[in-house]
Structure formats: structure tokens, C-alpha cells
């Protein structure tokens, strides 16, 4: 799809955008299918080949109509259609009727009347299973399937082919419902703490399990469901919100960026053509902003409110204004000459300098923009060839300041550009031989201090003063005065990786930084030498010391083994201004840790006696099934208010339990939790209890009398 002021691709058509299975990608050689604008300008309907590419070529395979999103060609449905759609479709001026040529000749499409044929539409995609403190015992996760158009419509689940998920239906019959559930303690599965990693009844390596639907009467392509079981042991802390993503190919979340202004997380969703927006005070995503195709990394204007998105399923960046919450402009890139052959030079990697937003394209080329919103090719230096090698892995990631931006090329190669100067001004080889575990983690710190490139910390010149480039490695040998902290002159000590593998790493001072770690192993049976969970460790430069802030609740959104190189995005994690609470991209989605140091005096506490009193008249003698209750105490939880219904039984990063069964939660705060009594609660004595997913501790337990 391209720009007609300016030719550039705004988007190329992407199986990876698709909430359904594709039987394979889309055919850009052998070109065949047609697409048309719904006259209102609000949908594209189009088919394209996915018949693998051969000689002499096969059949046309463009029998699913495809309904986009016409800003960026996220697809919504898929439709099927009896045969392949050949060549042009059209369509009348009001969009009700449309034709396409087809193999045989021509075929017919009502669109106006689309809804009125059963359309398949489970009520969402991802599906969170979780056994922790807050949930003891079955994990259970419902799943209602609508009928989005009319009609009847008939479903059945087709099995996931492993006994570690059991799944029910209510009716096969639309509306109704899927009830999944995951057993612990399920004969033949041995669960491996963190999401969807298990041995027996198959073996997974942390990847979601995807569940399909079939049904007869259903004119669309239904959805794949994406299953997520997180088993968790009592030390792992944080708590997990899931975001969907798509089941094609590698797209989900790529970047993420903290907007403490507004009180906001924000996350780029590729699999979607979205950014998630995450809000801090009411702890669940709110809207997401569309962009464009396929987008990656961000960058933050200094004025606090311009977000930049680079968008790598097109030639362009979209800029959102952060205050309308929507995409205002995009970056302009000059015209340039284009052969029927080339490929789409899309930007890969962006960050903001001091004057302007600095990008690397596809091919390797160097660009900045210029007056807002003008792209201009940077001029040559001494330090960076004209085409950096490796692409399209390619990253870069600012300091805090945004005076240094450290770029890393898709070979080991990484060079440091200076915003004062408008140059390059170091490069260095820093990974020779073959490149294995998480490659393209990058981090810097405040005022130039060091930075990070994976399981390397290296000075401001890029001198190796730390870690290592490989795993399984050991620790380079430091110099002293290499450049930590602001004037370079500390004494830096030899910090060791331990032998796992960097996922993500973040600055949190000019002498101390954050990196997520998985252990090194062969394969998901291997015995590993340290704690074979994902562990968040804090590092710092100056003592040497390495301690450990936090086993994370699950596994970064890839798990690697073996000499496997995994291209990683390059900034997974953010920390907050006071250094209080970790935002991490891990397997199914936003992962949220706070870093207080545990102790015991840390744990929630439950006042005794008192602590748990009717609402309405502070009696603690009149609690009874349906009453909304006051807890009062230490340490109970962070400071949130539901804003949904049915309210949350996790908020603040802490449930309340009567008995084993988690309450609903309306607001939390440390001294203070307001909830109600489920009406299905047995009467009698029940033990209440805080227990706090965030920091992994628990209240001691109070007894309570729930009255008939």
C-alpha cells in the first residue's frame, strides 16, 4: 500500500498480522489475487496468493478474503471463499455487492450482508492459566465463543494434542462457552517453573499452546487461541498482564517505554500494527493507539509528548501525539528511485539524539530527521560505513540524557554516536566467532557512564570492563578507570554473567543496572548449574556485587538453548524514576516486579484485632456472603482502584483469600484493602489472608466468622 503524495510503502500485506492460522505466507513472486477499497474509506477486502513459490508454479491458493484495517493492513477476518480470487476485484459505490475474477471465471461477494452469515468469535485470543499464591488450587479460564453475525452456528475444539491443558465445552452450539483448565498435578506432565514449559505429555519450551476451532457453518476463518499456563513457586514475584498477540511467525512485543508523566507504560505490538497502553494508577491496559504495519522500536521526543514509531513492514515512522492519544504525522523521507525487484527499505532501529531522531533502515543506511518531521540521509564519516553490515538486526538504544546513542550492527560490530558533535565518534568488534543466546540486548547508562551490549559492560570508549560476550564465557579482565561513573575514574571490579544468558537489561544510575537472566542449558532437560528460573539481578559497577533483586513469575518471550542465537529487540525492560518497580516484556505479555529488598518487615500484616470489618458498620460480627469489607494493616498492597466489573482479584499486586478462594478487590493501598465477600462463600469460620503476588510474601492468618 503505498503513499500517494510520496510513493513510499506505507505497508505490505503480512500474513503476520493475521488472528488465524495461514497456510502459508503470502506469495510476493508469483503475484496473484485483488483487492478493492470499501467506498467509506474504513475497510480493505483483499486475496493474495500463499501457494509455495516453485517452478513450474502451482495453482493459485487466494481462496481467503482478507478484511483489513486500510491504515496499516492489520487483518481482521479471514473469510473463505469458494475458489481462488485470479486478478481484479470491484465494487459498488455503496459497498454492498463486490466481484472478483476467480479461477473459473467470476465470483460474487454480498459484503453488505456479511454479518448476516455466522461468523465465528471467541470474545478474545489469549487465554492466562495461572497457579500461584493468589490461586492454589485448578487453574480455570473461561472462554465465552459468540456468534458475530447471525444464523446458527455450530464450533467444536479441535484437541491440542497434550494432557497438560483440559478444556470443556458447555454447548457446541454458539453463544456458549470453553472452560480450560490446567492441573498441576496432572499425571505425566512435569511443569517447569515459568509459562508453558513442561516435559511429559509432549515436550514445550516455552512457547503458548494454540488451540484451534472448527465449525461447518462459520463463513470465516476462526481465530487461534493462545494458551498460557504459568505455574509459579512461592519465591517468584511480580505480577503478570497478559496482551495478545498473533499466532503467525515471530511479531508480539518488541519495545517498551515508561511515560511516568502520565502514568503510562507503553509497548509496540507488531502482531497487531499497535501500541498496548499500559495505565499505572488502574494497573490493566486501556485503548491501545493503532500505526502503522508491523511496528518495532520507539523513541521519545524531548518535549515529553511526540513518540516516534518505527514501523518495519513499511517505509515509514509514525509520530503519535501522547496528549490525543493517536498517530498526528509521520517522519517524511525523500523520494527515491525504485526498481520493480528491490525490496521495501524499511527503518529497523531509531533513538532520540539531542536535536533530532537518528534511524537505521533496512539496508544498512544512516538517516536523521530534520525539522520536525524531514528524513535526510546523514552525511559520511570515519567511524561507520555507508551501509552498516547485518541487517536487518540492527539496534539502537539512547542514554538517558540523550546525548550518546550506542548502535549495534548484525555482526558483533558496535559504534557510539556523540549528539554534540552530530557524529560517530568509536567503533569496536565486541563478539567474534559464532554469536550465540539473546543478541541485539542493548542498555546505557546515565552521562555516558558504561553500557551494555547482552552479557558485556563496557566503558564509554567501548572498552570491555565486564562480563562476557558469549554465555557459557568467563569474565573479561577489567581496567581500572575505565569509565564508570561520570568523570571515568572509578575502580571497577570484575562482574561475572554466572554463566546465563542477558534476555533484557536496564541503566538504574551512572554505576548500576538491572539485567533479566536465563540459566545456560542444552536442552529443557538438562540439569543447570544455578537456579534454572529467570532471575532479574542487579549489578553494580563500582563494588562488584551482583544481587539478586527478584525470580521473575515467567520466561522471556523466547527461551533459548544451546549454542542457539535468538535476535532479541533490544529494550525489554524500563525501571521507574525511583527505582521501585521493573516493567518487563515476558512471555505473555507485560510483566510488573517491584525491587524492594524482602524482609520481615516487608510482609503484609493484618491488624489484630479489627483488621477485617463490615464496611458499612464496622462491626466485625456482621460479615456475611455479598458484604463489602474493610481490611486494615501493613504492607497489604500497592495503591490501585478497580475500575472494571466484575472487579479484579488481583490489584495492588495482592489478593485476599478466605480460605483458598481470592476475593474481589475495589481498592488497595498499603494500609488499607476495600473487597467484597464472594455470595457463593460458605458461612462459618474462614482463614483471611494477604498475599502479595508482587513481593512474594504473605500475612499471617486471621480468623473470621462469615455469618449465614
Known amino acids: 500500500m503505498y503513499d500517494i503524495s510520496t510513493l513510499a510503502v506505507m505497508a505490505q500485506q503480512s500474513n503476520t498480522n493475521a488472528p488465524f492460522a495461514f497456510t502459508g505466507v503470502i506469495n510476493t513472486v508469483q503475484n496473484v489475487g485483488g483487492s478493492v477499497f470499501a467506498p467509506d474509506g474504513t475497510t480493505l477486502y483483499s486475496a493474495f496468493n500463499t501457494a509455495a513459490n516453485t517452478t513450474p508454479p502451482p495453482p493459485a491458493l487466494a481462496s481467503t478474503l482478507l478484511v483489513n484495517d486500510p491504515r496499516n493492513l492489520a487483518i481482521r477476518l479471514g473469510i473463505r471463499l469458494p475458489e481462488s480470487i485470479v486478478a481484479k476485484m470491484v465494487m459498488l459505490s455503496d459497498g454492498s455487492e463486490a466481484w472478483g475474477l476467480s479461477d473459473s471465471g467470476l465470483i460474487h461477494m454480498p459484503l453488505g450482508k456479511l454479518y448476516e452469515y455466522p461468523i465465528v468469535a471467541p470474545e478474545t485470543t489469549t487465554v492466562f492459566l495461572a497457579q500461584d499464591a493468589c490461586n492454589r488450587g485448578v487453574a480455570l479460564g473461561t472462554l465465552k465463543v459468540n456468534n458475530l453475525g447471525k444464523g446458527r452456528l455450530t464450533y467444536n475444539v479441535v484437541p491440542p494434542g497434550t494432557a497438560a491443558l483440559v478444556y470443556q465445552q458447555s454447548s457446541g452450539l454458539a453463544p456458549s462457552n470453553i472452560t480450560f483448565s490446567m492441573e498441576p498435578g496432572r499425571s505425566g506432565v512435569s511443569r517447569l517453573p515459568g509459562t508453558n514449559m513442561w516435559t511429559g505429555a509432549g515436550t514445550v519450551q516455552g512457547t503458548p499452546l494454540s488451540v484451534t476451532l472448527s465449525s461447518p457453518e462459520a463463513i470465516n476463518i476462526p481465530p487461534v487461541i493462545r494458551v498460557y499456563m504459568n505455574y509459579r513457586q512461592s519465591d517468584q514475584r511480580g505480577v503478570i498482564y497478559p496482551v495478545a498477540t498473533g499466532p503467525n511467525g515471530t511479531e508480539g512485543l518488541q519495545d517498551i517505554l515508561l511515560d511516568e508523566a502520565r502514568g503510562k507504560v507503553y509497548l509496540t505490538n507488531s502482531a497487531y500494527n499497535r501500541v498496548e497502553v499500559f495505565d499505572i494508577a488502574k494497573q490493566h491496559f486501556?485503548?491501545?493507539?493503532?500505526?502503522?504495519?508491523?511496528?518495532?522500536?520507539?523513541?521519545?521526543?524531548?518535549?515529553?509528548?511526540?513518540?516516534?514509531?518505527?514501523?518495519?513492514?513499511?517505509?515509514?515512522?509514525?509520530?503519535?501525539?501522547?496528549?490525543?492519544?493517536?498517530?498526528?504525522?509521520?517522519?517524511?523521507?525523500?523520494?527515491?528511485p525504485r526498481s520493480g525487484t528491490a525490496a521495501a527499505i524499511t527503518p529497523r532501529a531509531i533513538a532520540m539524539g539531542l536535536f533530532g531522531l537518528q534511524i537505521l533502515m533496512s539496508d544498512g543506511s544512516q538517516w536523521k530527521v530534520v525539522q520536525g518531521n524531514q528524513a535526510v540521509i546523514r552525511p559520511a564519516d570515519s567511524i561507520t560505513p555507508v551501509r552498516l553490515a547485518g541487517s536487518p538486526n540492527l539496534g539502537m538504544v539512547a542514554t538517558p540524557d540523550n546525548r550518546?546513542?550506542?548502535?549495534?550492527?548484525?555482526?558483533?560490530?558496535?559504534?557510539?554516536?556523540?549528539?554534540?558533535?552530530?557524529?560517530?565518534?568509536?567503533?569496536?568488534?565486541?563478539?567474534?566467532?559464532?554469536?550465540?543466546?539473546?543478541?541485539?540486548?542493548?542498555?546505557?547508562?546515565?552521562?555516558?557512564?558504561?553500557?551494555?551490549?547482552?552479557?558485556?559492560?563496557?566503558?564509554?570508549?567501548?572498552?570491555?570492563?565486564?562480563?562476557?560476550?558469549?554465555?557459557?564465557?568467563?569474565?573479561?579482565?577489567?581496567?581500572?578507570?575505565?569509565?564508570?561513573?561520570?568523570?571515568?575514574?572509578?575502580?571497577?571490579?570484575?562482574?561475572?554473567?554466572?554463566?546465563?544468558?542477558?534476555?533484557?537489561?536496564?541503566?538504574?544510575?551512572?554505576?548500576?543496572?538491572?539485567?533479566?537472566?536465563?540459566?545456560?542449558?542444552?536442552?529443557?532437560?538438562?540439569?543447570?548449574?544455578?537456579?534454572?528460573?529467570?532471575?532479574?539481578?542487579?549489578?553494580?559497577?563500582?563494588?562488584?556485587?551482583?544481587?539478586?533483586?527478584?525470580?521473575?513469575?515467567?520466561?522471556?518471550?523466547?527461551?533459548?538453548?544451546?549454542?542457539?542465537?535468538?535476535?532479541?529487540?533490544?529494550?525489554?525492560?524500563?525501571?521507574?524514576?525511583?527505582?521501585?518497580?521493573?516493567?518487563?516484556?515476558?512471555?505473555?505479555?507485560?510483566?510488573?516486579?517491584?525491587?524492594?529488598?524482602?524482609?520481615?518487615?516487608?510482609?503484609?500484616?493484618?491488624?489484630?484485632?479489627?483488621?477485617?470489618?463490615?464496611?458499612t458498620d464496622g462491626s466485625t460480627s456482621n460479615i456475611r456472603p455479598g458484604s463489602f469489607i474493610i481490611i486494615t494493616g501493613l504492607n497489604l498492597a500497592g495503591a490501585a482502584t478497580a475500575d472494571s466489573i466484575p472487579p479484579p482479584t488481583v490489584l495492588g499486586g495482592s489478593c485476599v483469600t478466605f480460605g483458598d478462594q481470592a476475593v474481589p478487590l475495589l481498592s488497595t493501598s498499603p494500609g488499607e484493602i476495600q473487597a467484597q465477600v464472594p455470595n457463593n462463600l460458605r458461612s462459618g469460620t474462614q482463614v483471611v489472608q494477604v498475599r502479595s503476588l508482587g513481593t512474594a510474601q504473605e500475612s499471617d492468618a486471621v480468623l473470621v466468622t462469615i455469618r449465614p
Open 286 to 336: 486501556v485503548d491501545p493507539i493503532p500505526v502503522g504495519q508491523l511496528p518495532h522500536q520507539m523513541a521519545m521526543a524531548g518535549d515529553g509528548r511526540t513518540l516516534y514509531v518505527a514501523n518495519t513492514g513499511g517505509e515509514g515512522i509514525s509520530i503519535v501525539d501522547l496528549e490525543l492519544g493517536r498517530v498526528v504525522d509521520a517522519v517524511q523521507f525523500p523520494p527515491l
Open 404 to 615: 550518546y546513542i550506542l548502535t549495534l550492527n548484525g555482526t558483533g560490530i558496535a559504534y557510539v554516536y556523540d549528539s554534540l558533535t552530530d557524529t560517530y565518534i568509536t567503533q569496536r568488534q565486541l563478539i567474534t566467532g559464532t554469536i550465540q543466546g539473546y543478541y541485539g540486548v542493548l542498555g546505557a547508562g546515565t552521562a555516558n557512564s558504561f553500557f551494555l551490549v547482552g552479557g558485556l559492560i563496557l566503558s564509554q570508549s567501548l572498552t570491555t570492563i565486564g562480563g562476557s560476550a558469549q554465555p557459557s564465557a568467563t569474565s573479561t579482565t577489567p581496567i581500572p578507570g575505565g569509565g564508570i561513573g561520570p568523570g571515568g575514574g572509578g575502580i571497577v571490579t570484575v562482574v561475572n554473567t554466572g554463566n546465563r544468558n542477558v534476555a533484557s537489561v536496564t541503566p538504574l544510575n551512572d554505576s548500576e543496572f538491572l539485567r533479566l537472566t536465563t540459566p545456560v542449558r542444552q536442552a529443557i532437560t538438562t540439569a543447570t548449574r544455578d537456579d534454572s528460573r529467570t532471575t532479574l539481578e542487579r549489578v553494580n559497577l563500582v563494588t562488584g556485587e551482583t544481587t539478586v533483586s527478584g525470580l521473575v513469575p515467567e520466561n522471556p518471550p523466547v527461551s533459548v538453548f544451546g549454542t542457539t542465537r535468538s535476535n532479541t529487540p533490544p529494550h525489554q525492560m524500563v525501571v521507574d524514576a525511583a527505582g521501585t518497580t521493573a516493567y518487563v516484556i515476558t512471555l505473555s505479555g507485560l510483566s510488573v516486579i517491584p525491587l524492594v529488598t524482602t524482609s520481615p518487615n516487608t510482609r503484609p500484616a493484618i491488624d489484630t484485632p479489627g483488621g477485617v470489618v463490615n464496611a
